[in-house]
């Protein structure tokens, strides 16, 4: 589990680790600020959507609900998708889902609608490019692969930054109604961002026509399974899973509740915002840093410790957080909560591509956030029920860091077991291999023995050759003189040497092997 899984990619094609490789990087920092960003910048919008339908603020908070669960549980589909069709069609399809969706709900009448407009298909569309996105850059890199998602980690703070004081902007210029419109249009930027998805392409073979190459390649590629539930079969990916499903019951908390805690301790609305802020600033710098950090040659091939270490400082913070008195400590957390949440984000996907490789990626990516999305689901909300029986915060923070202190401890000693058996498994292996030689050295030693009676046999016909030549060749030389004699020998014996050496060679093909 530890190591990383080296392989050239499908069809064989070794990621270029550059060239077009950048631009897909970039549409895949756009994508995945849309995807994290997009369900808490709506939430600028929650106070005329509570007017205007006469709602609760806990009806509204539904809409970033359904648009998280959106994202996550739909992994398996999206893995289905893209195995069938492709990373390309799938995002393409995928912007024009979420860009209709938002544009949908600029026209709802009811809270209902705008469930299922923005939470279920503006949030399918985000889940048919994320997840697609991800894929298409773990096949354009490989030795720059921790640089590559550090940096593209880094689009869900810097879209957060932006967006969401683009929403409130909107929603004082054009009313909620408007801001929907507009949003969806900024969402088409997903299918450009599709676009630039292009597939890697193996270099064809100029000696080949091109119809008998097609014919080969056809017969060559087994069916590719659209999900690959083999990955369960893998211990490491075993342990990540629970590890993350863990991690994500509290990973989410505090930056749901830090600011409702410091307006408990008496600090203004707009002072207890900044502290998101804050948290969004270091965290723009954390991920490109972690990247860099992870693509060392000496940190890489332990890359798995260095998510737990994360995981873990992660957790500290949240629990010495939670002893947080005044607004100066709130700081303080939001500072070092930003720098491992950063490094929590830049490292979660590189270690399961780490793991699983590049062929199961895709079934692997899919099935993972399928199970966060469950975690997600419980999280938050099992968090706001302690707080609403405690009245508490301390409680909340506690919570958070233990759990995410129990996900890093789980990956920590069951990827250290895991290390710890894998060297045995190919010895293991050796054994068994050094168990067959011997049925396969006997059945070699059969057939050299046979081999060597073959050999024998056309010998012993050679030596009888000469006994019975023997008299037919006295005849001849009583007549001879003694000149022809010494020549017709020597030609004969010459003739008789070269005859034996291309017998050997054509009764004997195993020796040309």
């Known amino acids: 589990m530890g190591g990383v899984a080296l392989d050239d990619g499908p069809s064989g094609v070794k990621a270029p680790d550059g060239g077009w490789g950048w631009a897909v990087l970039f549409g895949c920092f756009v994508i995945t600020g849309f995807s994290y960003a997009f369900p808490k910048a709506v939430s600028v919008f929650f106070k005329e959507l509570i007017r205007e339908f006469d709602v609760g603020y806990s009806d509204t908070a539904w809409i970033s609900s359904i648009l998280l669960a959106m994202l996550y549980g739909t992994g398996p589909i999206c893995s289905v998708l893209v195995n069938r069709f492709g990373c390309r069609p799938v995002m393409m399809v995928g912007g024009l889902f979420a860009s209709l969706g938002m544009i949908l709900a600029s026209f709802s ?109 056809e017969k060559k590629k087994p069916k590719a399974k659209l999900l690959d539930f083999s990955v369960f079969k893998d211990r490491g990916f075993l342990i990540y899973t629970i590890a993350a499903s863990i991690m994500v019951l509290g990973l989410f908390v505090p930056p749901v509740f830090v600011v409702s805690y410091a307006k408990e301790l008496g600090n203004e609305d707009t002072k207890s915002a900044l502290l998101l802020t804050i948290l969004g600033f270091i965290d723009i710098f954390a991920r490109p840093t972690c990247g860099i950090i992870a693509g060392l040659k000496w940190v890489r091939p332990r890359c798995v410790y260095f998510f737990s270490i994360a995981m873990l400082f992660n957790g500290i913070a949240d629990i010495v957080g939670s002893f947080s008195k005044d607004y100066n400590s709130l700081v303080v957390f939001c500072i070092f909560f930003g720098i491992s949440y950063g490094m929590v984000g830049a490292l979660q996907f590189e270690v399961l591509m780490a793991i699983v490789g590049t062929e199961k990626f895709p079934s692997a990516i899919g099935l993972v956030l399928l199970m966060e999305a469950i975690a997600v689901l419980v999280g938050p909300p099992s ?56 049925e396969e050295n006997s059945k070699a030693i059969e057939g050299t023995e046979k081999g060597k009676e073959e050999q024998e046999e056309p010998d012993k016909e050679r030596e009888k050759e000469p006994e019975e030549k023997e008299p037919e060749e006295k005849q001849p030389e009583e007549k001879q003189p003694e000149s022809a004699k010494v020549d017709s020998a020597e030609v004969e014996t010459f003739l008789k040497d070269g005859k034996e050496e291309n017998g050997d060679v054509v009764a004997n093909p195993e020796t040309c092997l």
């Open 109 to 217: 009448t009811s809270i209902i609608h705008i469930y299922l407009s923005t939470g279920v298909i503006t949030g399918l569309g985000l889940a048919l490019n994320f997840q697609p996105s991800l894929i298409m850059l773990n096949r354009y890199f490989s030795e720059k692969r921790p640089l590559a998602n550090g940096l593209a980690a880094a689009g869900s703070p810097v879209a957060l930054c932006c967006l969401s004081p683009l929403g409130q902007v909107l929603q004082h210029a054009y009313g909620w109604r408007g801001g929907f419109l507009i949003l969806g249009g900024i969402l088409l930027n997903c299918c450009a961002c599709g676009a630039l998805m292009r597939p890697l392409v193996p270099p064809k073979k100029v000696e080949e026509p091109e119809g008998q190459a097609k014919v080969i390649e």
């Open 383 to 438: 968090a706001g029920r302690l707080l609403d029986a405690t009245k508490v915060y301390m409680y909340v923070f506690l919570l958070a860091g233990c759990e995410v202190c129990l996900s890093s401890i789980v990956l920590a000693t069951g990827n250290f077991f895991c290390l710890k058996k894998k060297p045995q498994e190919p010895a293991m292996g050796e054994m068994e291999l050094l168990n067959k030689p011997p």
